[in-house]
């Protein structure tokens, strides 16, 4: 499978508890984006890595959220202290960011089939 | 605070139609425009990509981009109830075009048999 993985595909967990997520994107794509979705809406972005750098994360992102990416390959996602809120598709995404379309890069972006957070 | 505005539907369309979604931005310096179908219970998959003002067609899908009026729009011909699922329009920020994307809420389309 050649696509963008993410484990585990559910978690169920207690608040308070400490969650964990990891996605592998597709090999030789060197940006992953981390992304929310809630019933109803459309992804909402969380933070993007272009190798290992964190190059942006939203005000959505609260200091109980850590995300990293070591080594440029797969990333981590961690929750700190998880509350009801934070039940969500937890998305993540990948992209080569490459040659220049017309001074237009071509980022499209492939999702993972997602991890889906209930915190009960 | 950039914006994607698509409206909710449902939009049914009977098998064979031509199902039209649409989709405003409100960045102005936005150069890339994407579609994304979420089945449900599913992630999202990108089906098209427009850079361009005026159409881009591949198979039974259209894309349709005007910068000036920041509207984007998406139609599929021959609509199968395979095409039933939420189609999400999704915009980069800013003029760069390869960063974070802002998507929309999504138009569920149903396509009866």
Not at chain 1, 64 to 73: H, I, L, Q, V, Y
Request: proline share 6%.
């Amino acid at each position: 499978d050649t696509g963008v993985s993410q484990n585990p595909r559910h978690k169920i967990t207690k608040r308070g508890q400490n969650v964990t997520f990891r996605c592998d994107p597709i090999s030789e794509h060197n940006r992953l984006y981390w992304y929310r979705q809630t019933l109803g809406q459309g992804p909402e972005f969380l933070t993007y890595f272009q190798n290992e750098a964190q190059l942006e994360k939203s005000r959505l992102l609260s200091d109980r959220f850590s995300a990293e990416r070591p080594k440029g390959s797969f990333s981590t996602l961690e929750i700190q202290r998880t509350e009801q809120g934070d039940s969500a598709m937890y998305l993540c995404a990948s992209s080569l960011l490459g040659p220049r379309d017309r001074g237009r890069s071509r980022n499209e972006q492939f999702f993972g089939p997602g991890t889906r957070l209930t915190v009960l | 605070q950039k914006e994607v505005e698509q409206n909710s539907g449902p939009l049914s369309v009977p098998e064979g139609a031509i199902a039209s979604l649409n989709c405003t931005y409100s960045d102005r310096g936005s150069q890339s425009f994407f579609w994304y179908r979420q089945y449900s219970g599913k992630s999202p998959e990108l089906i098209m990509f427009i850079y361009s003002n005026g159409d881009k067609e591949d198979g039974r899908f259209t894309a349709q981009l005007n910068k000036a009026s920041q509207y984007v729009s998406l139609l599929i011909r021959d609509s199968q109830p395979s095409d039933s699922a939420t189609y999400l329009c999704a915009v980069p920020p800013g003029a760069s075009g390869y960063s974070t994307l802002t998507f929309g809420k999504g138009t569920m389309l149903l396509v009866s048999p």
